[in-house]
């Protein structure tokens, strides 16, 4: 394991952006944790690393760590991410969303980049709920569990991020959780090096707000949680549909091969003669 002390004196804006924002028992700081090894086990230099948000409570990030950071308008985060990567392929695009942020109103946002293949890491950590304006139901709000916009429980049925990743095209797909987290930086970690689009999901909690509304306890209940009904996605292939029913399967759900957007739009661009023309013109 890195020394603590130095990966915050590292990676971190510890004298700068601190205490953070996030409550006591939130998973985020578990996946900050997790996305920083990651970065530090691949050795990458810190100006070669982007970090994008969108908004909302994981839409901090980008605010304690020392890299390149853009946060930016809720649900845009990838098309600012698209807009980088295109402009310097050569830059490492990391992308952290929340639930909402990337699934409501970044939904489209999210399945075309899948589809794209844009060599982009989307990193979406999963809470069940808005947490940080309130407690609104979210499009992973499980049905029949309680928001401050569902007193009377959600009737709707919640999003599978990782599956709907799956389909849409998303050539490296992960799930984890923020209990599980030498799998969680294993799965970062992969996600980053995968050329194209990778997908980590991370299960995470919102004790204060999902939590007290659905009564599940504390953070640590939460997390225990986690533990207890997260299945190996090795061992899930040998279980039925009614011994899944419930479960979280984690680890690598996909990981192929497909043409990546932006070497297919260089090719565009120079057989429309646009490189030689920007060639000539510096």
Not at 22 to 37: E, F
Not at 77 to 102: E, H, R, S, Y
Not at 113 to 128: E, F, K
Request: glycine share 10%.
């Amino acid at each position: 394991m890195p020394d603590i002390t130095k990966l915050i004196h590292n990676y971190l804006r510890h004298d700068k952006k601190f205490p953070h924002v996030w409550c006591p028992g939130c998973g985020n700081g578990i996946v900050l944790g997790s996305l920083i090894r990651a970065i530090d086990n691949i050795g990458l230099s810190k100006d070669d690393v982007v970090l994008v948000s969108g908004i909302g409570c994981s839409g901090r990030m980008p605010v304690y760590v020392d890299f390149n950071t853009l946060h930016t308008t809720h649900g845009r985060a990838l098309t600012f991410a698209t807009g980088i990567k295109l402009a310097n392929p050569k830059l490492n695009v990391i992308v952290v969303m929340g639930d909402g942020d990337a699934t409501a109103i970044g939904g489209n946002h999210f399945i075309h980049a899948a589809r794209r293949n844009i060599d982009l890491t989307a990193i979406i950590i999963n809470n069940n709920i808005y947490g940080m304006t309130g407690g609104q139901y979210s499009p992973t709000t499980p049905y029949g569990k309680r928001a401050t916009t569902a007193p009377y429980n959600n009737i709707e049925h919640s999003f599978k991020i990782a599956e709907l990743a799956i389909c849409a095209g998303a050539v490296f797909v992960g799930r984890g959780t923020v209990y599980h987290t030498r799998l969680l930086d294993e799965l970062i970690e992969k996600a980053i090096l995968k050329k194209g689009f990778g997908v980590v999901e991370i299960v995470s909690h919102c004790p204060v707000q999902y939590g007290k509304l659905n009564k599940l306890g504390t953070a640590v209940d939460m997390m225990k949680w986690q533990k207890d009904n997260a299945i190996r996605v090795e061992k899930a292939k040998k279980m039925t549909k009614d011994e899944l029913e419930g479960k979280i399967v984690i680890g690598i759900l996909a990981d192929k091969e497909l043409p990546i957007y932006q070497d297919e739009y260089e090719k565009i661009w120079e057989k429309a003669g646009a490189k030689k023309i920007a060639q000539e013109g510096k």
